[in-house]
């Protein structure tokens, strides 16, 4: 979503940003083809996504109004949600809410599980009702 394309952030975290810690950092047991496969469809889908991260939030909220890392943050999630059945919806939204976790510490964490959790009821309520 920003002035770096999906090859660059990719290399980045997975060349750089796996030895720091902290903030900037990645988890040296991170998946990795996961973390690239995220970023890469989540970039090329972008539309498609905004589109069902739209329709999961609530009538006061639009798209333009969230901020710019929130959206970056939710549309990995509904790339997970949407594109990788592979990964459990719970598992999915509980990890894009330790990632804004590692951002805020104000309201936006229980915003993104709100909106990921709506999402994931849209597309794969099945596995929400077990």
């Not at 964490?109 to 709100?114: K, L």
């Amino acid at each position: 979503m920003g002035e770096h394309g999906p090859a660059e952030i990719i290399e980045q975290f997975l060349g750089v940003r796996t030895s720091e810690a902290g903030e900037g950092g990645m988890r040296r047991d991170a998946d990795r083809p996961l973390f690239k496969d995220v970023v890469e469809g989540a970039a090329a889908r972008k539309d498609e996504l905004e589109q069902a991260v739209s329709s999961a939030l609530t009538a006061d909220w639009t798209w333009a109004r969230i901020d710019r890392l929130v959206r970056a943050i939710l549309l990995a999630g509904a790339y997970e949600l949407v594109h990788r059945r592979d990964v459990p919806p719970r598992v999915a939204i509980n990890e894009y809410v330790e990632v804004a976790h590692a951002f805020y510490d104000q309201g936006e964490p229980n915003f993104v599980n709100s909106v990921l959790d709506r999402l994931a009821r849209q597309v794969r309520p099945a596995e929400l009702a077990k």
